[in-house]
Structure formats: structure tokens, C-alpha cells
């Protein structure tokens, strides 16, 4: 892996070695649109109420999945945060004195970095949903959508 100036180790980071293989494959099921290009114009995270507009493409066969999501005001979105790197379990996200465990953040810095998001669903166009709240760069692959948990249409 390469590594850019914003991928470097920060004081009292730690990285450790990643396995050579992987347990389970994943098909990307679309791809999301944001008005963001780099990581760091990414907002830390959405706002469903206030944020940009996105736009949400689901790749043919899978499209035929989103028959009904248009009853549902919220959404769960799942997607890959491809970008980011895979081997650091101790994190100074503000260059502090100590640093914390991966799984204590929200950062995309994981070994799986898979991100989810509740984002408001404004519209349905086939294939295409119109979302706000997401969080990530423009064309960050999607993983599965699902409607809110305990959410009633």
C-alpha cells in the first residue's frame, strides 16, 4: 500500500501486520455519489437534516432489491470506506498524548473499513436513490441498504 501524507503514522499510533488472505468476499452492489473528492473535505459525519444531497447507485441485478424502500423515510447505508487504511488498532485522530483503540472511534482507519450511515431517503428514480446524511467520497462502494432498524414507514 502506498501511503500518502494523511495515511502516516501520527504519534503513538501503532500499526500491525494484516493477514495474507481473507475469510469472506462481498459484491459492491452500487457505487455513492457525494460532492466530496478527498478525506479531508469529508464531513466527520452526516447530517440527515442539513447535508448535502447524494446520490445512491445501485448496480443492475441488485436494483430489483429497492421495490418498497420509497415507504421508508430513513435508511441504513453500508459502504466500503476504500481509501482507507487496514492495519492501524491504535489511533491519535487529534495528535494528543494518548492514543485509542480502533474500535473506540468512528475513524475509517479499521481493519474492515466498513462505515454505515442513517440518512434521510428524499427520492427514488429506478435505480437511483437521492439521500442527505452521508459522509463519505464520491464513489465509495456500497455494501447493502437497509431500512432503519425500529423504523415504521
Request: hydrophobic share 45%.
Given at each position: 500500500m502506498t501511503e500518502s501524507r494523511s495515511d502516516a503514522l501520527r504519534p503513538r499510533e501503532i500499526a500491525v501486520p494484516v493477514?495474507?488472505?481473507?475469510?469472506?468476499?462481498?459484491?459492491?452492489?452500487?457505487?455513492?455519489?457525494?460532492?466530496?473528492?478527498?478525506?479531508g473535505e469529508c464531513p466527520r459525519r452526516g447530517d440527515a437534516d442539513n447535508g448535502p444531497e447524494c446520490r445512491i447507485e445501485v448496480f443492475h441485478p441488485w436494483a430489483a432489491g429497492?421495490?418498497?424502500?420509497?415507504?421508508?423515510?430513513?435508511?441504513?447505508?453500508?459502504?466500503?470506506?476504500?481509501?482507507?487504511?487496514?492495519?492501524?488498532?491504535?489511533?491519535n485522530p487529534n495528535y494528543g498524548d494518548v492514543a485509542t483503540g480502533?474500535?473506540?472511534?468512528?475513524?475509517?482507519?479499521?481493519?474492515?473499513?466498513?462505515?454505515?450511515?442513517?440518512?434521510?431517503?428524499?427520492?427514488?428514480?429506478?435505480?437511483?436513490?437521492?439521500?442527505?446524511?452521508?459522509?463519505?467520497?464520491?464513489?465509495?462502494p456500497l455494501v447493502d441498504i437497509k431500512a432503519e432498524f425500529g423504523a415504521t414507514p
Open positions: 493477514p495474507d488472505r481473507f475469510d469472506a468476499q462481498l459484491w459492491f452492489i452500487g457505487r455513492i455519489h457525494t460532492p466530496w473528492k478527498s478525506r429497492l421495490a418498497g424502500i420509497a415507504k421508508h423515510q430513513r435508511v441504513q447505508i453500508l459502504y466500503w470506506m476504500h481509501q482507507a487504511r487496514r492495519d492501524v488498532m491504535m489511533q480502533t474500535f473506540a472511534l468512528r475513524s475509517p482507519v479499521r481493519p474492515n473499513p466498513v462505515a454505515s450511515s442513517i440518512v434521510r431517503l428524499l427520492a427514488v428514480d429506478g435505480p437511483i436513490l437521492t439521500v442527505r446524511g452521508l459522509d463519505c467520497l464520491d464513489g465509495t
